[in-house]
């Protein structure tokens, strides 16, 4: 039989498929074990409506068997097979599917069960990336006569007769030799034959079995082991998501999870989702009960598993979940989306765009009820994963404030027991949860009448930030405050503006006021009679503060530290943990105020009238007291020592 040369331009494409359409060599068995599921649902389709299709359902098998003599591999189905005829226009034309034609044929006819996974024609040739040589064998069903085709790669391929009993189709490999770079050995390991079955094709409807080796104790013996062979089925075909959800216990749930991602905890939360319509897909969706040791680190790897009729298409598909939602780990099986030929790359069409929003929206919604339902299990949640939501607030512009705000929570200075009531056998209420944090909505609820700020304060913990002088005032006035924490809290918040029409205000800016309109007034007068002694202080201390004034905001404190603009003393403190690309650092507009109350104030006017150099020691001083307040460093710890002991001497 003479050699056949490739239609086309196959010879250019069959060399840029080997060597640059696939990222991972490995993909090879996922394509050819997809193409003999193809197969069977071919013949299975046929059985529906022809009698001489004798074969059941469960009749139907794909089997692999390696041969590390021979170094040959084989992949053998007993589907519809293949004629001569067809033999020479899917083989010998690169990029010709009979499947996709078998799909096309089909489109107007509707069958559940036939769905077919290839449709470039492809896949097939991915096998030399690990063989040197291809072997055919088919038989179509319903023909007596069988053939062989075979291939050492672009040169071309023979066709002729050959002996086959039973109709299917037998690819056999002959495996490449190993080089430095590479151990083509390795698929015709059992174990690695195993793995790759299981991570790409264990949702292949049809059994995938093989003839294992196993090692038992031996009987009769102690301390002896005996190989055994046994005929295993290596995939378990049905994917727990295509299975009805009253027939998944979370105990199988939790399995799943914990196996396929190596978790040793159960999942907080399982989200499963059947989209028809517009776009359809199955999503299994889970939130984990505990962040993973990398999460906020740069090395972690956001992405859902992306599979096409339950054949595993990428491992982590990053497109199908917002930064902000990373933390959920998962699948999505679709047939809908648009595979690039090689099956390893989405396109970015309208579809995965479709299904990425619904998701957002899926798990938003899911969040949103539990926060409501199970607010413990919210908390757990929101400890672990709930800086990321903030992250989300703050990211691109604020675009996805609106879905994420009442997802988002804080301390806060509420001190009433506000727990969850579990109601008992006997009819009596238990209390068993109390709120560590509370949401915006929340505090929106609880706002005193005629509230219109929501009040906030930011420090390095709780207990640092009810030390605060301005806190103190605010709390003394029977307004709530919301404890900022984490570095990110008031970046989003400024990125928020406002919620429910309430604009959020930091008790430690300069233009927080809770005095009466008569006091005001009364305050605005102090400040410009004594515009002078504060513009000498602000000399005296130097450019770190941008200027002094009197204040009504605060009860016992002499002094405190606020600031003025948009960037606070707490966020230049964030900033400047690492520098812009210039190295210039971020300044506060900082502002020292003194309570006019207070016994210092009347002490400052009369030294500046008797002793300007005594009140310039004092400015220091308040300076220093108030940066300590706020727990910012000193710059120079000694000089201000130094002008302590001076006072006291």
Partial sequence: MSKKEFKTESKKLLDMMVHSIYTHKEIFIRELISNASDAIDKLYFRSLTDDSVTLKHDDYEIRITPDKEARTLTISDNGCGMTEEELENNLGTIAKSGSLEFKNTQESKENEEIDIIGQFGVGFYSAFMVADKITVKSKAFGEEKAFQWESTGADGY??????????????????????????????????????????????????????????????????????????????????????????????????????????????????????????????????????????????????????SSGVMIMDRCKDLLPDH?????????????????????????????????????????????????????????????????????????????????????????????????VENADGSEEKTFTKKYTSLKEYVSRMKEGQDKIYYASGASEDKIKLLPQVESVLAKGYEVLFFTEDIDEFAIQMLRNYDEKEFLNVCKDSLDLSSEEDKAKLKEDNEKSADLFKFMKESIGDKVAKVQFTNSLTNHAVCLSSEGDISVGMENILNKVPDAQGMPVKAETVLEINKDHPVAATLTQLFESDKDKLAQYSRILFAQACLINGMPLDNPSEVAEMVCDLMV
């Fill in 158 to 307: 023979t066709i002729e007769p050959c002996e086959k009993d039973e109709a299917g189709t037998q690819i056999t490999l002959h495996i490449k030799e190993d080089t430095e770079d590479e151990k083509y050995s390795d698929y015709l390991e059992q174990y690695t034959l195993q793995e790759l079955i299981k991570k790409y094709s264990d949702y292949i409807r049809y059994p995938i079995r093989m003839i294992v080796e196993r090692q038992q104790p031996k009987e009769g013996t102690e301390g002896e082991f005996e190989t055994v062979q046994e005929d295993e089925t290596l995939n378990s075909m049905v994917p727990i998501w295509k299975r009805s959800t009253s027939d998944v216990t979370e105990e199988e749930y939790a399995k799943f999870y914990q196996d396929k991602y190596f978790d040793f905890e159960a999942p907080l939360k399982v989200i499963r989702q059947n989209a028809e319509g517009t776009s359809e897909y199955v999503a299994l969706l889970f939130i984990p009960a505990r962040a993973p040791f990398d999460y906020y680190s740069k090395d972690f790897e956001k992405g859902l598993s992306l599979y």
């Fill in 325 to 421: 939602f990373s933390f959920v780990k998962g699948l999505v099986d679709s047939s809908d989306l648009s595979l690039n030929i090689s099956r390893e790359m989405l396109q970015h069409d309208r579809q995965l765009k479709i299904i990425a929003k619904a998701l957002e929206k899926k798990i938003a919604t899911e969040l949103s009820k539990m926060q409501d339902e199970d607010r413990e299990k919210y908390e757990k949640f929101f400890e672990n994963f709930g800086t990321q939501l903030k992250w989300g607030i703050y990211s691109e512009y604020g675009s996805h404030k609106d879905l994420l705000q009442d997802l988002i929570m804080f301390k806060s200075s509420y001190k009433e027991e506000d727990n969850v009531n």
